[in-house]
């Protein structure tokens, strides 16, 4: 048995490792969350990173194939609850201990899938993917967060659907270059990337805006144990949303917008004095 809880040990360390080699902002806010939930939010992230690896960048395979083999793996490690893939190892824990809904699974690969095949989306394609690339991710660390409380659960819901859209469309906003240079997608509904304009930007921003607004109560009524590591990723997302509203874009188009070190330093300490001093 010992031998099982250093393997187990070992694999959250994978996901942890992973998650910090490949985002320092959810970094950031997973260490401001409450001990016991930190383990379960990189073994959710080292999960859905894994699979954007997959159709992100790697090219020069068979990613449909490698796509559904990852499909298969993760589905028979929750069955059997176990798996040689450490990173499938720790999320199968975390799925079997909270119960995390396996229709959320479902959609998010089916948007995985996705990417392999649509470069374009029109309206209802766009909110379809926007759902299982990034609002059931919000609903698999609600799971989390409310340690099985239902009642929570399906009251929090919407909100961490808005949230975790809000971050998907930043990041849209944010890789827009290289998700069409690279890989040659545009994600936003009915928007030409080689006519970008101003008008188009300002009502996507809106569009963010507005599922931010719908976030932010949500925030505010997670459990305490939660609440600041989440509003410290909501502070970073807006900063970084902000920095983009005041960036033109023709600029958007052409460079990659980031929040420098010295400024995530500065709204860590920040969202802190906020959050002690009941002021979030």
Same mark, same amino acid.
């Given at each position: 048995m010992q031998g099982l809880t250093l393997y187990n040990s070992v $694999?959250?360390? !994978?996901? %942890?490792?992973l998650t910090k080699r490949y985002s320092t902002s959810f970094t950031m806010g997973i260490r401001t969350l409450h001990k016991r939930f930190r383990e379960p939010i990189y073994a959710i992230y080292g999960?859905? %990173?894994?699979a954007d690896e997959i159709v992100d960048t790697f090219h020069n395979h068979n990613q449909k194939e490698l796509l559904e083999n990852f499909k298969n793996e993760t589905y028979t490690a929750i069955n059997n609850g176990i798996s040689t893939n450490p990173i499938l190892n720790s999320f199968q824990i975390i799925v079997n201990k909270y119960k995390i809904d396996l229709t959320l699974i479902d959609s998010f690969l089916? $948007?995985? =899938?996705?990417d392999l095949t649509k470069q374009t989306h029109e309206r209802n394609t766009y909110d379809e993917y926007i759902y299982g690339s990034a609002e059931v991710v919000g609903l698999m660390c609600l799971t989390v967060f409310v340690e099985g409380n239902k009642e929570e659960y399906n009251k929090l819901k919407g909100a961490a659907c808005s949230l975790g859209a809000a971050f998907q469309k930043v990041n849209f906003l944010r890789d827009i =270059? $290289?998700?069409f240079d690279e890989r040659g997608r545009i994600y936003f509904p009915n928007v030409d990337f080689k006519n970008f304009n101003s008008i188009s930007k300002e009502a996507i921003e809106n569009e963010i805006e507005n599922d931010f607004a719908k976030a932010y109560q949500g925030i505010l009524a997670l459990p305490k144990d939660a609440r600041f590591g989440v509003y410290v990723a909501y502070r970073y997302y807006k900063r970084l949303l902000h920095r983009i509203k005041v960036t033109p874009a023709s600029r958007i188009v052409n460079e990659r917008i980031r929040v420098p070190n010295n400024e =995530? !330093? $500065?709204l860590l300490f920040r969202s802190f004095c906020r959050y002690q001093l009941n002021m979030l």
């Open positions: $694999s959250f360390e !994978a996901s %942890r490792n999960f859905v %990173r894994c089916h $948007s995985m =899938k996705m =270059k $290289s998700d =995530k !330093a $500065s």
